[in-house]
């Protein structure tokens, strides 16, 4: 095999080949640990499962689990226990903790580091999800894929796939009559909207890029630099100069193009993610579309009440109510995103962040006040200074040690071995391993090992 199992797959194989038992297993719960911290997150399931989830929604006292995530981990290489259950079409659930990430696989990976609240919780998942599937007939424990996701933990929202189609048609005709009644009352006109458009989606892409370049740098100048050291540093720095890039974009530009202008330019971008999303991803499709939803009653209702006065707190009120949704569920889900992988897609958490600030378009009107750039300005002193500290602080110390990855292979066929290194240039400890002559290339296909380079030694 060019990528063959690790050993605890090797076994879950030889159980599910050889052994007559599998043939009982109506379904599996793994219980998984990435970490040592944090909530556990129901990140996983087997196809089709609609039936799956709502087992999770009518048993979990405090769930964490989402579709997008789902949807994430099916694009990523990763396997687990799970993978060989799935694989022979036995239907089941996946759960990890995955906060604490410098402790895994590594010597501190040990009982004195774990929290204990994160086994307590997955155990409030499997003793309520196990006492009930053992009381209900599991012939059939499948059903059409589910769009779900929870709401700070306390409930779990889910409904049926084949909704999301109808719900993006839903949103159009909101949008269109949205934008038929800011005609009719002169809140919006088609060339602002169409600016207010151009201007979010230009501050949304130099904002991703801008932070992208930012870390490709402390990448190449930084040495020994790793993602995920200081990494809650580094975040907050990006998504306030995100804040700062579109801030001053978005008020500059706000001599020629209203607020309301801005907003629904902004929440055609949203509408364009919302769709897409629902064709391509469309366990992703929740994220945008009710955001959308809610964004568009608040904006059709500040149309509608049409206040005499510039800052009516009547409108301030509409506005943080239909933003509010937005903010739980991005906010939420970004969160997720960072703790699963870090900074290892931040593009993608750039995204959603600079979607999320979108609702709150409209108050800068009134957060600009007295003094237009107060935003700006306090924006890019907090990203910068938070970069700063970022950089000053050891990439390294006693609590996130450098990790080292060396493996040896033998090839027992052509009597071959290597030593290899995917833990970057050769240093004092790996030097016990790699002369001078190793060279970095990809592992040749009878050795274990992944797409990446490695420092290799025959």
């Not at 981990?73 to 990763?78: A, E, F, R, V």
């Not at 799970?82 to 990890?96: C, R």
């Not at 086994?119 to 998942?125: A, L, P, R, V």
Request: glycine content about 8%.
């Amino acid at each position: 095999l060019k990528h063959p199992l690790r050993a605890e797959r090797i076994a879950d194989k030889a159980f599910v080949d050889g052994n007559p038992l599998v043939n009982s297993i109506a379904l599996v719960i793994n219980l998984e640990a990435r970490g040592s911290k944090g909530p556990v997150f129901m990140f996983e399931t087997s196809e089709k499962n609609g039936w799956l989830i709502n087992q999770i929604a009518e048993t979990a006292p405090h769930p964490f689990a989402t579709s997008l995530m789902y949807s994430i981990y099916q694009l990523m290489p990763n396997d687990t226990d799970l993978t060989v259950f799935k694989k022979a079409n036995i239907s089941g659930y996946n759960f990890a903790f995955i906060g604490g990430l410098s402790h895994y696989h590594s010597q501190r990976d040990d009982l004195q580091s774990i929290d204990v609240r994160s086994i307590q919780h997955g155990g409030s998942y499997a003793v309520p999800l196990v006492r009930h599937l053992g009381n209900i007939n599991l012939e059939n424990t499948k059903a059409p894929n589910a769009v779900y996701f929870d709401i700070l933990g306390m409930t779990l929202v889910t409904y049926p796939g084949q909704w999301t189609m109808p719900i993006s048609v839903v949103l159009i005709v909101m949008f269109v009559a949205v934008f038929i009644i800011g005609l009719k009352r002169k809140e919006l006109s088609v060339g602002g909207m169409a600016l207010g458009f151009g201007t979010i989606l230009v501050s949304v892409v130099l904002a991703i890029a801008m932070v992208s370049f930012i870390f490709m740098v402390l990448f190449n100048v930084r040495s020994g630099f790793s993602p995920l050291r200081n990494a809650d540093i580094f975040l907050t720095s990006f998504v306030a100069l995100g804040i700062a890039i579109s801030s001053t974009l978005i008020l500059g530009l706000n001599r020629w193009i209203t607020f309301n202008n801005l907003t629904f330019g902004g929440s055609f971008l949203w509408l364009i993610i919302a769709v897409a999303s629902s064709f391509m991803l469309p366990g992703s499709s929740y994220l945008f579309q009710w955001p959308l939803f809610f964004l568009l009653i608040s904006i059709g209702t500040t149309f509608l009440l049409k206040d005499k006065e510039v800052f009516s707190t009547r409108s301030l009120a509409v506005i943080c109510a239909g933003a509010i949704p937005g903010l739980i569920l991005m906010t939420a889900s970004t969160y997720n995103i960072y703790q699963g992988l870090m900074l290892g897609m931040l593009p993608l958490l750039m995204l959603l962040v600079m979607l999320s600030l979108i609702g709150l378009v409209p108050l800068l009107q009134y957060v600009s006040l007295p003094y237009r750039w107060n935003l700006p300005l306090l924006s890019v002193m907090a990203g910068l200074g938070f970069l700063m500290l970022g950089m000053a602080m050891p990439v390294y110390d006693k609590t996130t040690p450098r990790k080292h990855s060396v493996q040896y292979s033998l090839n027992v066929t052509k009597n071959e071995a290597v030593w290899a290194s995917s833990s970057g240039p050769r240093d004092e400890w790996t030097s016990q391993f790699l002369t001078e002559s190793a060279e970095r290339k990809q592992l040749p296909d009878h050795f274990p090992g992944s797409d990446n380079k490695y420092l290799v030694e025959k």
